[in-house]
Protein backbone atom coordinates (compact mmCIF):
# COMPACT_ATOMS: atom_id res chain seq x y z
CA UNK A 1 0.00 0.00 0.00
CA UNK A 2 1.08 3.75 -0.65
CA UNK A 3 1.92 5.81 2.47
CA UNK A 4 -1.38 6.07 4.33
CA UNK A 5 -0.61 10.05 4.43
CA UNK A 6 -0.11 10.42 1.01
CA UNK A 7 -3.51 8.78 0.88
CA UNK A 8 -5.01 11.72 3.26
CA UNK A 9 -5.17 15.16 3.56
CA UNK A 10 -6.16 17.10 6.78
CA UNK A 11 -7.69 20.44 6.94
CA UNK A 12 -8.63 21.48 10.78
CA UNK A 13 -11.42 23.98 10.51
CA UNK A 14 -11.71 24.61 14.47
CA UNK A 15 -10.64 22.65 17.84
CA UNK A 16 -13.96 20.87 17.36
CA UNK A 17 -13.87 19.54 13.68
CA UNK A 18 -11.16 17.82 11.64
CA UNK A 19 -12.74 17.40 7.66
CA UNK A 20 -10.70 14.41 6.36
CA UNK A 21 -10.15 13.71 1.97
CA UNK A 22 -9.01 10.95 0.98
CA UNK A 23 -7.83 10.41 -2.78
CA UNK A 24 -7.97 7.55 -5.27
CA UNK A 25 -7.44 3.61 -4.05
CA UNK A 26 -8.56 1.89 -0.65
CA UNK A 27 -6.76 3.54 2.35
CA UNK A 28 -6.36 0.67 5.37
CA UNK A 29 -5.13 1.91 8.84
CA UNK A 30 -4.82 -0.23 12.43
CA UNK A 31 -4.07 1.36 15.44
CA UNK A 32 -5.43 1.11 19.02
CA UNK A 33 -8.85 3.02 19.10
CA UNK A 34 -8.33 5.96 20.65
CA UNK A 35 -11.13 8.36 22.20
CA UNK A 36 -11.36 11.47 20.29
CA UNK A 37 -12.09 14.43 23.16
CA UNK A 38 -13.72 17.68 21.62
CA UNK A 39 -12.81 16.87 17.58
CA UNK A 40 -14.96 15.72 15.17
CA UNK A 41 -14.52 14.88 12.05
CA UNK A 42 -15.86 14.44 8.39
CA UNK A 43 -14.73 12.37 5.03
CA UNK A 44 -16.75 12.16 1.91
CA UNK A 45 -15.66 8.03 1.82
CA UNK A 46 -16.98 4.89 2.90
CA UNK A 47 -15.45 3.94 6.23
CA UNK A 48 -15.32 0.39 7.10
CA UNK A 49 -14.38 -0.89 11.01
CA UNK A 50 -13.14 -3.91 12.55
CA UNK A 51 -12.87 -4.27 16.21
CA UNK A 52 -10.34 -6.55 17.99
CA UNK A 53 -10.85 -6.82 21.48
CA UNK A 54 -12.89 -4.33 22.37
CA UNK A 55 -16.41 -2.57 21.49
CA UNK A 56 -16.62 1.34 20.64
CA UNK A 57 -18.91 4.32 20.97
CA UNK A 58 -19.18 7.09 17.93
CA UNK A 59 -21.34 10.22 18.85
CA UNK A 60 -22.87 11.50 15.90
CA UNK A 61 -23.63 15.28 17.56
CA UNK A 62 -26.25 14.11 20.20
CA UNK A 63 -26.58 10.05 18.65
CA UNK A 64 -25.01 7.78 20.43
CA UNK A 65 -23.92 4.26 18.64
CA UNK A 66 -22.59 1.42 19.88
CA UNK A 67 -20.09 -0.36 17.10
CA UNK A 68 -19.23 -4.33 18.05
CA UNK A 69 -16.18 -6.16 18.33
CA UNK A 70 -15.35 -8.55 15.81
CA UNK A 71 -18.02 -7.50 13.04
CA UNK A 72 -17.79 -5.30 10.02
CA UNK A 73 -19.31 -1.88 10.49
CA UNK A 74 -19.78 0.18 7.45
CA UNK A 75 -21.19 4.25 7.53
CA UNK A 76 -20.36 6.92 4.79
CA UNK A 77 -18.04 9.41 6.63
CA UNK A 78 -19.82 12.27 5.50
CA UNK A 79 -21.49 13.18 8.50
CA UNK A 80 -19.94 15.10 11.75
CA UNK A 81 -18.45 12.08 14.35
CA UNK A 82 -16.13 10.87 16.98
CA UNK A 83 -15.20 8.12 19.04
CA UNK A 84 -16.90 9.33 22.27
CA UNK A 85 -16.14 5.63 24.25
CA UNK A 86 -13.98 2.68 24.16
CA UNK A 87 -14.58 -0.59 26.13
CA UNK A 88 -11.56 -2.77 26.50
CA UNK A 89 -8.09 -2.70 24.77
CA UNK A 90 -7.82 -3.65 21.76
CA UNK A 91 -7.47 -2.54 18.04
CA UNK A 92 -9.29 -1.30 15.23
CA UNK A 93 -8.22 -1.73 11.30
CA UNK A 94 -10.16 1.40 9.23
CA UNK A 95 -10.70 1.11 5.41
CA UNK A 96 -12.00 4.15 3.82
CA UNK A 97 -13.47 3.86 0.38
CA UNK A 98 -13.69 6.29 -2.29
CA UNK A 99 -17.45 6.82 -2.94
CA UNK A 100 -17.02 6.86 -6.84
CA UNK A 101 -15.07 2.99 -6.65
CA UNK A 102 -18.37 2.17 -4.13
CA UNK A 103 -20.57 3.31 -6.45
CA UNK A 104 -19.67 1.46 -9.27
CA UNK A 105 -19.99 -1.93 -7.42
CA UNK A 106 -23.03 -3.95 -8.05
CA UNK A 107 -24.57 -3.98 -4.64
CA UNK A 108 -28.35 -4.51 -4.06
CA UNK A 109 -30.34 -0.94 -3.80
CA UNK A 110 -31.36 -1.16 -0.82
CA UNK A 111 -27.78 -1.30 0.95
CA UNK A 112 -26.79 1.55 -1.08
CA UNK A 113 -29.77 3.43 -0.03
CA UNK A 114 -29.39 2.87 3.55
CA UNK A 115 -25.64 4.01 3.67
CA UNK A 116 -25.92 6.95 1.09
CA UNK A 117 -29.27 7.93 3.80
CA UNK A 118 -26.82 8.14 7.21
CA UNK A 119 -27.54 4.84 8.61
CA UNK A 120 -24.45 2.57 10.39
CA UNK A 121 -24.55 -1.00 9.01
CA UNK A 122 -22.87 -4.15 10.70
CA UNK A 123 -23.95 -7.87 9.81
CA UNK A 124 -26.21 -9.87 10.98
CA UNK A 125 -24.39 -13.14 10.82
CA UNK A 126 -21.40 -14.31 12.07
CA UNK A 127 -18.39 -14.96 10.10
CA UNK A 128 -15.77 -16.97 11.60
CA UNK A 129 -13.33 -16.03 8.45
CA UNK A 130 -13.77 -11.97 9.23
CA UNK A 131 -10.93 -11.87 11.78
CA UNK A 132 -8.66 -13.23 9.20
CA UNK A 133 -9.53 -10.85 6.36
CA UNK A 134 -9.52 -7.99 8.45
CA UNK A 135 -6.12 -9.02 9.81
CA UNK A 136 -4.89 -9.55 6.41
CA UNK A 137 -5.69 -6.67 5.20
CA UNK A 138 -3.94 -4.97 7.89
CA UNK A 139 -0.77 -6.84 7.85
CA UNK A 140 -0.58 -5.78 4.02
CA UNK A 141 -1.42 -2.14 3.96
CA UNK A 142 2.16 -0.89 3.48
CA UNK A 143 3.15 -3.21 0.04
CA UNK A 144 3.58 -0.37 -1.80
CA UNK A 145 2.00 -2.17 -4.61
CA UNK A 146 -0.76 -1.24 -7.15
CA UNK A 147 -1.51 -4.72 -7.50
CA UNK A 148 -2.14 -5.13 -3.93
CA UNK A 149 -4.15 -1.97 -3.98
CA UNK A 150 -6.41 -3.47 -6.46
CA UNK A 151 -6.30 -7.17 -4.70
CA UNK A 152 -7.65 -5.14 -1.69
CA UNK A 153 -9.80 -3.35 -3.71
CA UNK A 154 -11.09 -6.21 -5.10
CA UNK A 155 -11.66 -8.49 -1.49
CA UNK A 156 -13.54 -4.97 0.21
CA UNK A 157 -16.02 -5.49 -2.68
CA UNK A 158 -16.67 -8.81 -2.44
CA UNK A 159 -16.83 -8.52 1.52
CA UNK A 160 -19.35 -5.87 1.29
CA UNK A 161 -20.92 -8.07 -1.46
CA UNK A 162 -21.44 -10.99 0.95
CA UNK A 163 -22.50 -8.56 4.20
CA UNK A 164 -25.45 -7.08 1.96
CA UNK A 165 -26.31 -10.92 0.17
CA UNK A 166 -25.96 -12.54 3.44
CA UNK A 167 -27.64 -10.43 5.99
CA UNK A 168 -27.15 -6.63 7.75
CA UNK A 169 -29.13 -4.43 10.46
CA UNK A 170 -28.74 -0.44 10.64
CA UNK A 171 -27.11 0.16 14.23
CA UNK A 172 -28.84 3.68 14.38
CA UNK A 173 -32.03 5.21 13.64
CA UNK A 174 -31.34 6.93 10.22
CA UNK A 175 -34.27 7.08 7.84
CA UNK A 176 -33.66 5.27 4.41
CA UNK A 177 -35.87 6.92 1.79
CA UNK A 178 -34.90 4.92 -0.81
CA UNK A 179 -34.90 7.44 -3.70
CA UNK A 180 -30.71 6.64 -4.79
CA UNK A 181 -30.12 5.90 -8.52
CA UNK A 182 -27.27 4.77 -10.36
CA UNK A 183 -24.64 7.00 -12.28
CA UNK A 184 -21.72 5.85 -13.53
CA UNK A 185 -18.22 7.38 -15.67
CA UNK A 186 -17.66 10.56 -15.44
CA UNK A 187 -21.05 11.54 -13.63
CA UNK A 188 -20.09 9.77 -10.47
CA UNK A 189 -16.43 11.36 -10.74
CA UNK A 190 -18.06 14.63 -10.80
CA UNK A 191 -20.37 14.15 -7.99
CA UNK A 192 -17.45 12.82 -5.79
CA UNK A 193 -15.56 15.94 -6.65
CA UNK A 194 -18.65 17.90 -5.39
CA UNK A 195 -19.04 15.81 -2.40
CA UNK A 196 -15.35 16.29 -1.59
CA UNK A 197 -15.58 20.18 -2.06
CA UNK A 198 -18.93 20.14 0.19
CA UNK A 199 -16.97 18.14 3.32
CA UNK A 200 -13.99 20.18 3.39
CA UNK A 201 -16.13 23.63 2.84
CA UNK A 202 -19.80 23.43 4.08
CA UNK A 203 -18.99 25.42 7.38
CA UNK A 204 -18.00 28.46 5.27
CA UNK A 205 -20.87 30.27 3.05
CA UNK A 206 -20.93 28.23 -0.30
CA UNK A 207 -23.82 27.90 -2.56
CA UNK A 208 -24.44 26.09 -5.79
CA UNK A 209 -22.79 27.77 -8.10
CA UNK A 210 -19.29 26.86 -5.95
CA UNK A 211 -20.20 23.42 -5.72
CA UNK A 212 -21.11 23.36 -9.25
CA UNK A 213 -17.86 24.82 -10.23
CA UNK A 214 -15.61 22.76 -8.06
CA UNK A 215 -16.26 20.00 -10.48
CA UNK A 216 -16.37 22.25 -13.32
CA UNK A 217 -20.13 21.47 -14.22
CA UNK A 218 -23.14 23.71 -14.83
CA UNK A 219 -25.25 24.29 -11.65
CA UNK A 220 -28.28 22.47 -13.10
CA UNK A 221 -26.52 19.06 -13.55
CA UNK A 222 -25.25 19.30 -10.08
CA UNK A 223 -28.55 19.40 -9.07
CA UNK A 224 -29.41 16.11 -11.58
CA UNK A 225 -26.50 14.19 -10.17
CA UNK A 226 -27.40 14.63 -6.19
CA UNK A 227 -31.41 14.11 -7.04
CA UNK A 228 -30.20 11.14 -8.60
CA UNK A 229 -27.35 9.88 -5.90
CA UNK A 230 -28.72 11.17 -2.67
CA UNK A 231 -32.32 11.39 -3.56
CA UNK A 232 -32.03 15.25 -2.07
CA UNK A 233 -31.26 18.66 -3.54
CA UNK A 234 -27.83 20.26 -2.94
CA UNK A 235 -29.40 22.99 -0.73
CA UNK A 236 -30.61 19.91 1.11
CA UNK A 237 -27.29 18.14 1.50
CA UNK A 238 -25.37 20.94 2.62
CA UNK A 239 -28.05 22.24 5.27
CA UNK A 240 -28.01 18.80 6.61
CA UNK A 241 -24.04 18.95 7.06
CA UNK A 242 -24.42 22.20 8.79
CA UNK A 243 -26.99 21.53 11.36
CA UNK A 244 -25.25 17.83 12.32
CA UNK A 245 -21.98 20.41 12.65
CA UNK A 246 -24.19 22.86 14.62
CA UNK A 247 -25.96 19.87 17.17
CA UNK A 248 -22.54 19.34 18.24
CA UNK A 249 -21.48 22.70 19.26
CA UNK A 250 -24.84 22.75 20.80
CA UNK A 251 -24.68 19.64 22.88
CA UNK A 252 -20.94 19.96 24.06
CA UNK A 253 -19.61 24.10 23.68
CA UNK A 254 -21.33 27.24 25.27
CA UNK A 255 -20.47 29.21 22.56
CA UNK A 256 -23.44 31.99 21.51
CA UNK A 257 -26.13 30.35 19.39
CA UNK A 258 -25.50 33.02 17.03
CA UNK A 259 -21.40 32.46 16.48
CA UNK A 260 -22.83 28.57 16.16
CA UNK A 261 -25.05 29.58 12.70
CA UNK A 262 -22.73 31.32 11.69
CA UNK A 263 -19.40 29.29 12.15
CA UNK A 264 -21.15 26.20 10.66
CA UNK A 265 -21.66 28.21 7.31
CA UNK A 266 -25.30 29.89 7.83
CA UNK A 267 -25.44 33.55 6.64
CA UNK A 268 -27.99 34.83 9.65
CA UNK A 269 -29.56 33.88 12.40
CA UNK A 270 -33.01 33.87 10.81
CA UNK A 271 -31.28 31.54 8.09
CA UNK A 272 -29.84 29.01 10.88
CA UNK A 273 -33.11 29.09 12.59
CA UNK A 274 -35.39 28.28 9.92
CA UNK A 275 -33.35 25.06 9.14
CA UNK A 276 -32.83 23.90 12.33
CA UNK A 277 -36.42 23.35 13.03
CA UNK A 278 -37.07 21.95 10.18
CA UNK A 279 -34.80 19.93 10.28
CA UNK A 280 -35.30 19.22 13.99
CA UNK A 281 -38.56 20.55 15.34
CA UNK A 282 -37.08 22.36 17.93
CA UNK A 283 -35.11 25.49 18.42
CA UNK A 284 -30.95 25.45 18.59
CA UNK A 285 -32.04 26.78 22.49
CA UNK A 286 -34.16 24.07 23.32
CA UNK A 287 -31.87 21.45 21.69
CA UNK A 288 -29.18 22.79 23.83
CA UNK A 289 -31.57 22.63 26.69
CA UNK A 290 -32.51 18.75 25.78
CA UNK A 291 -28.85 18.52 25.26
CA UNK A 292 -27.38 19.54 28.50
CA UNK A 293 -29.82 18.06 30.56
CA UNK A 294 -29.01 14.35 29.21
CA UNK A 295 -25.34 14.86 30.10
CA UNK A 296 -26.43 15.90 33.43
CA UNK A 297 -28.76 12.41 33.93
Given at each position: ???????????????????????????????????????????????????I?????????????E???????????????????????????????????????P???????????????????????????????A?????????????????????????????W???N?????????????????????????????????????????????????A???????????????????????A???L?????????????????????????????????P???R????????E
Amino acid sequence: MADAQSRRNKLTYSDHLYIETHTDGVLIEHHAPQIMETAYHVHPTLEINFLINCQMTYSFGRKLVEVPSEKFCVFWGARPHRVAAIDGVGEIINIYVPLHEFWSWPLPQSFVDALLSGAILTSTNENAADYEIARNWARRRHQNDDRWDRLHMVEVQGRLTRMALDGWKAINSEPVEGNAQRVGGNAIRHFDRMLRFVARNYAEPIGLDDIANAANVSPNYAIQLFKKVLGTTVKAHLSSLRISHAKMLLAETDQKILTIGLDCGFRSQSAFYEAFQKSSGTTPAEFRKSAKLQQSE
